[in-house]
Nanobody, 110 residues
Framework: VQLQASGGGLVQAGGSLRLSCAAS????????MGWSRQAPGKQRELVAH???????NYADFVKGRFIISRDNAKNTVYLQMNNLKPEDTAVYYC?????WGQGTLVTVSS
């Protein structure tokens, strides 16, 4: 399984970004997909995940600001990030089961 993440970049506080992650290979149709992030000097933390049936779960620090979604036909998971804050600056990683993408950097300036 390979995952290719895209959509990161530099944005001002209060702005928005949309991350995408396409998975290829032998993927179980019922796999959970999600996003985690790692800020400099900090441990990796879960941001959100979504089941094949659309059930979602968010970390408290992104609730009301981020939206996770997926397109099962395309094996793609998305993360819409709104009202971004400087503390959201991190490398964002997508994952499916135990497989991880390469990460995409999100930088939020104040």
């Amino acid at each position: 399984v390979q995952l290719q993440a895209s959509g990161g970049g530099l944005v001002q506080a209060g702005g928005s970004l949309r991350l995408s992650c396409a998975a290829s290979g032998s993927i179980f149709s019922g796999a959970v997909m999600g996003w985690s992030r790692q800020a400099p000097g900090k441990q990796r933390e879960l941001v959100a995940h979504i089941t094949s049936g659309g059930f979602t779960n968010y970390a408290d620090f992104v609730k009301g600001r981020f939206i996770i979604s997926r397109d099962n036909a395309k094996n793609t998971v998305y993360l819409q990030m709104n009202n971004l804050k400087p503390e959201d600056t991190a490398v964002y990683y997508c994952w499916i089961n135990t497989y991880w993408g390469q990460g995409t950097l999100v930088t939020v300036s104040s």
